[in-house]
T-cell receptor, first 110, second 117 residues
Framework: AQSVTQPDIHITVSEGASLELRCNYS??????LFWYVQSPGQGLQLLLKYFSGDTLVQGIKGFEAEFKRSQSSFNLRKPSVHWSDAAEYFCAVGHNDMRFGAGTRLTVKP | GAGVSQSPRYKVAKRGQDVALRCDPISGHVSLFWYQQALGQGPEFLTYFQNEAQLDKSGLPSDRFFAERPEGSVSTLKIQRTQQEDSAVYLC???????????????FGDGTRLSIL
């Protein structure tokens, strides 16, 4: 069965510092992988997706993620975090019955 | 409209009451999905439709949960005889297509926060 693990429940970084959010997945075939961001009281906004091809995927707001099949990982990165990036981040895998991780809450220190 | 619209935004009900949650997908979107998000958790898949056909309802937690999309557009999620454990945010998403063409991402509404007293 497909599943997603986000090992970090909460991460705090300073504004301007780099960021990496971890995601590990379990999937029987070539996975469709996603990162979503959720602000309080809001729905989920798609940051980026991976279906096939280049394993380094560029998304919106300066985010990127790298698919590593050997490690079953799809970590999200950003070189310089802005205060407005503070939110909850979800990794997800699948097609129609998409499975989400439990999320990582990002706090940005001024 | 420009995005997925869900109503009401907030719903409070007493245990045992029936509730109905509405989702208006993006115009022209074929696929529609429902998720349940408990406090502090990621969304959990409930069910999805392709047009009016409910193709997967494996995530519905019990037979008290029922979803429909009779004309292939608006969808309603109904919960009968609500229990306290039904308290959660219910998210709806829509996409242009489904199936093996996963190149169509899901667009989410802001959700309905359901509280059962």
């Amino acid at each position: 069965a497909q599943s997603v693990t986000q090992p970090d429940i909460h991460i705090t970084v300073s504004e301007g510092a780099s960021l990496e959010l971890r995601c590990n997945y379990s999937y029987g075939a070539t996975p469709y992988l996603f990162w979503y961001v959720q602000s309080p009281g809001q729905g989920l906004q798609l940051l980026l997706k991976y279906f096939s091809g280049d394993t380094l995927v560029q998304g919106i707001k300066g985010f990127e993620a790298e698919f590593k099949r050997s490690q079953s990982s799809f970590n999200l990165r950003k070189p310089s975090v802005h205060w407005s990036d503070a939110a909850e981040y979800f990794c997800a895998v699948g097609h129609n019955d998409m499975r989400f991780g439990a999320g990582t809450r990002l706090t940005v220190k001024p | 409209g420009a995005g997925v619209s869900q109503s009401p935004r907030y719903k409070v009900a007493k245990r045992g009451q029936d509730v109905a949650l509405r989702c208006d997908p993006i115009s022209g979107h074929v696929s529609l999905f429902w998720y349940q998000q408990a406090l502090g958790q990621g969304p959990e898949f409930l069910t999805y439709f392709q047009n009016e056909a409910q193709l997967d309802k494996s995530g519905l937690p019990s037979d008290r949960f029922f979803a429909e999309r009779p004309e292939g557009s608006v969808s309603t999620l109904k919960i009968q005889r609500t229990q306290q454990e039904d308290s959660a945010v219910y998210l709806c998403a829509s996409s242009l297509a489904t199936g093996e063409d996963g190149n169509q991402p899901q667009h989410f509404g802001d959700g309905t926060r359901l509280s059962i007293l």
